[in-house]
C-alpha cells in the first residue's frame, strides 16, 4: 500500500521561511516524478514545482522562482521543499504528489497525471 506523508508547515511571519518534507512508502520512489501543489481557500488547486526521477530537472511556477527550492533524497525516499521569503499569498494547503517517470508532460503539472497523493500539510503565513 502507497503511503505519501507530508510534513513541516506551520504558521510563519511574512518573509519566513518553512521547510516542507514529503516522505513516500510503499513505492520505488525513483520511479516517480514527484510535484509539490496547493490549494488556497476558495481556490483550484495549482502546480507549485516538480522534480524529475534523478533530480536533474525541476520547474517552478512563476510565483515561486527564486523564493522555494524542490529537491529530493531517493534513498531515504523523501521529497522537501525550502521556502524562503514566505508571503501571505504563499498561504495554503499544500500537497505532495507522484507521477510515473515519463508519464505525461513534466513542466504541465497535471493533476490527473499524478498517481498518489498526500493529505496535505497547512502553510499560513501572516502579514
Known amino acids: 500500500q502507497v503511503q505519501v506523508v507530508e510534513s513541516g508547515g506551520g504558521l510563519v511571519q511574512a518573509g519566513g521561511s518553512l521547510r516542507l518534507s514529503c516522505t513516500a512508502s510503499?513505492?520505488?520512489?525513483?520511479?516517480?516524478?514527484m510535484g509539490w501543489f496547493r490549494q488556497a481557500p476558495g481556490k483550484e488547486r495549482l502546480g507549485v514545482s516538480c522534480i524529475g526521477w534523478d533530480g536533474f530537472i525541476t520547474y517552478y511556477t512563476d510565483s515561486v522562482k527564486g523564493r522555494f527550492t524542490i529537491s529530493r533524497d531517493n534513498a531515504k525516499n523523501t521529497l522537501y521543499l525550502q521556502m524562503n521569503s514566505l508571503n501571505p499569498e504563499d498561504t495554503a494547503m499544500y500537497y505532495c504528489?507522484?507521477?510515473?517517470?515519463?508519464?505525461?508532460?513534466?513542466?504541465?503539472?497535471?493533476?490527473?497525471?499524478?498517481?498518489?497523493w498526500g493529505q496535505g500539510t497547512q502553510v499560513t503565513v501572516s502579514s
Open positions: 510503499g513505492l520505488t520512489f525513483a520511479d516517480y516524478t
Open positions: 504528489a507522484a507521477k510515473p517517470r515519463y508519464s505525461g508532460d513534466f513542466y504541465y503539472m497535471k493533476e490527473e497525471e499524478y498517481k498518489y
